[in-house]
């Protein structure tokens, strides 16, 4: 069955850390996004990529970096974190081929608080 | 750029019913739509996907349909059960992913 993890649940920081969200995904899927998700705002796209050592900006990517450095593995750093990143973090994944034609699969979520 | 919208945002229905939930795009070149169920502090499970040639797709209880050309999707849900009590998510697939802010959906037993 397809699995999308990420490392945390729950994390708490403090303002100006540099922070870090995993997500690992067991489906050798080419396609990895990271969302965040507000109240009102609905899911917003942070960054993806579509191939290992590739990435690209999604709609709100200021104040985030990403790194995927193995295809299985995409990484969400926060540079300085801020209170206004204080948020729900999804990450989903997709095939490619086809890819237009392919679901996304999320993780669980990782829900963050900055102090 | 592509907004999706879905009405209403919240909907609370006694057990048995039979209900609709809408998810309405702007743009109509998309290639599927993805229908989706997020409990609280979960992530999102995919219910259906629709490609942009289909007019609907049915799982269990659930019944999806398409109109491309009016940029209009439907979620039916029969026979609804309290567990079916979640929020309901819409994306549209163009360049990217495009997400509604969904419909929150209690079924009170």
């Known amino acids: 069955d397809v699995k999308v993890t990420q490392s945390s649940r729950y994390l708490v920081k403090r303002t100006g850390e540099k922070v870090f969200l995993e997500c690992v995904q067991d489906?050798?899927?080419?396609?990895m996004f990271w969302y965040r998700q507000d109240p009102g705002l609905g899911l917003r796209l942070i960054y993806f990529?579509?191939?290992?050592?590739?990435?690209e900006k999604g709609d709100i990517p200021e104040g985030y970096s990403v790194s995927r450095e193995k295809k299985e593995r995409f990484s969400l750093i926060l540079e300085s974190a801020s209170t206004n990143q204080t948020s729900m973090y999804l990450c989903?994944?997709?095939?490619?081929?086809?890819?237009?034609?392919?679901?996304?699969?999320f993780g669980d979520g990782t829900r963050l608080s900055i102090l | 750029k592509q907004e999706v919208t879905q009405i209403p945002a919240a909907l609370s229905v006694p057990e048995g019913e039979n209900l609709v939930l809408n998810c309405s795009f702007t743009?109509?070149?998309?290639?599927?739509l993805q229908w989706f169920r997020q409990d609280p502090g979960k992530g999102l499970t995919s219910l259906l996907l629709i490609q942009s040639s289909q007019r609907e797709q049915t799982s269990g209880r659930l019944n999806a349909s398409l109109d491309k050309s009016s940029g209009r999707s439907t979620l039916y849900i029969a026979a609804s059960q309290p567990g079916d009590s979640a929020t309901y998510l819409c994306?549209?697939?163009?360049?990217?992913?495009?997400f509604g802010t969904g419909t929150s959906l209690t079924v009170i037993p």
């Open positions: 989903a994944s997709s095939s490619y081929g086809t890819e237009t034609r392919q679901p996304q699969h």
């Open positions: 994306a549209v697939r163009g360049n990217q992913f495009y």
């Open positions: 743009d109509s070149a998309i290639y599927n």
């Open positions: 990529s579509y191939d290992v050592k590739m990435k």
């Open positions: 489906m050798d899927h080419e396609n």
